[in-house]
């Protein structure tokens, strides 16, 4: 059998290397079209907007019930949701995704809101058990847990006092009351400040100033509580339902307020509103359903405040431009109910939970400035 004999070389003696086919650039991803046989050959490019790994990006597995809140930490680096299986899992927010802790068996009953300290590393929890829980994040430890009320507590929020340098954490409850309470490592075991609302809180939020409360409950007005004076000292008005949670625009100007009646309300809560009734934007479009889930919006933040998004029984998340009141999208993926939404802290992304138990991340077109 003889043997091929080897090609010859060039005549001029070099040898000629081909240079290889461009890669797409990695802002972008290509997508060919094989439906029509005519395009076949065709690839269109979609223009990325973030770092994710993907423009959609799945986080599922940790949890075996349904998600009731999820939020980005202050960096955007990491995110940490929190479910009626009693868990609290962390993930991280960019490639591999990875779920590198699962708090199993948190609290005693489902743990119903949460979030990220905004001057160390502990995360504040609170659950059906009527506790306030304090976890180291870089441990998973828990450094406090304080029995808070005497019933469901179902909001908590954060701020750092004006002045003090001290960080101070809010819940809401179904007791009838909203209670103060120092964060950081050196939380005490009473309340700072008590407040009597006379009926159930669903919501509660602070203000810009660190001293004022922003507290929804069932009688469907938003009080407004003066920490240096502990009384109320206005309410905002509008809703027709109970008010489902409240979120603070990063300029701390408006306040976010979906409700149970499937009206999503934007209050200005300057100190010299031109409207008399105080609303800027009366939204529509996400759904409350008939399960009376407390669902969570938010404020984009890589904008200043451009659009808001509201999760929804229908499966969807609602995003509104607030200048002009626009859906801009409505975002499809989840199986469930969508009960929380969070904005990426510097891009834009967003982060939404569900009642089948996942978490998507999802980037979506940056705002344009005007």
């Known amino acids: 059998m003889s043997k091929r004999s080897l090609s010859p070389p060039p005549s001029g003696g070099a040898l000629i ?20 046989d005519r395009n076949k050959g065709l690839i269109r490019t979609v223009q990325r907007t973030s770092n994710l790994e993907a423009p959609i990006v ?7 019930a349904e998600i009731l809140s999820c939020r980005f930490d ?8 929190c479910s009626a299986d009693r868990g609290i899992s962390l993930w991280r927010t ?37 506790t306030l829980t304090m976890t180291d ?24 006092s004006a002045g003090a340098g001290v ?8 007791d009838g009351t909203v209670k103060i309470w120092e964060g950081g490592d050196d939380a ?23 001293n004022t409360v922003y507290i929804g409950a069932i009688d469907n007005e938003i009080h407004v509580y003066d920490l240096r004076k502990q009384e109320e000292v206005y309410s905002l008005l509008g809703h027709t339902d109970t008010p489902t949670s409240l979120a603070l625009s990063p300029d701390g100007n408006y306040l976010l307020s979906p409700s149970l009646s499937s009206q999503t309300l934007i209050h200005d809560i300057r100190p010299f509103s031109p409207s008399p009734t105080r609303i800027h934007r009366t939204l529509h479009g996400a759904p409350a359903g008939f399960e009376n889930t407390l669902l969570r919006g938010a404020w984009s933040k890589d904008d200043g405040g451009r659009r808001v998004a509201v999760g ?17 999208y409505k975002l499809p993926g989840h199986k469930g109910t969508v009960t929380a939404v969070d904005f990426h802290p510097k891009e834009p992304i967003i982060l939404t939970g569900s009642k089948d138990g996942t978490m998507l991340l999802g980037e979506i077109e940056p705002s344009v400035a005007v």
Request: with cysteine.
């Open 17 to 36: 290397k081909k240079a290889r086919a461009t890669p797409p650039p990695s802002t972008q991803i290509a997508i060919s079209n094989s439906s029509d």
């Open 94 to 130: 960019y490639a591999p995704n990875t779920n590198y802790a699962l708090l199993s068996s948190h609290a005693k009953a489902p743990i119903l809101d949460l979030q990220w300290s905004l001057s160390t590393q502990l995360l504040y929890s609170v659950s059906a058990d009527h």
């Open 74 to 81: 202050p960096t955007g680096q990491n995110i940490a949701a």
């Open 188 to 210: 005490k075991k009473h309340p700072v400040a008590n407040f009597e609302i006379g009926c159930p809180v669903t919501a509660v939020a602070w203000g810009a100033d660190g």
């Open 312 to 328: 929804g029984a229908d499966r969807m998340v609602c995003i509104w431009e607030v200048e002009t009141s626009k859906t801009l």
């Open 167 to 174: 960080e101070l954490v809010a819940t809401g409850s179904d």
């Open 58 to 64: 799945s986080l599922a597995g940790a949890h075996s």
């Open 137 to 160: 994040v870089t441990t998973g430890e828990k450094i406090r847990r304080i029995r808070a009320h005497r019933e469901i507590i179902n909001a908590v929020d954060r701020t750092m």
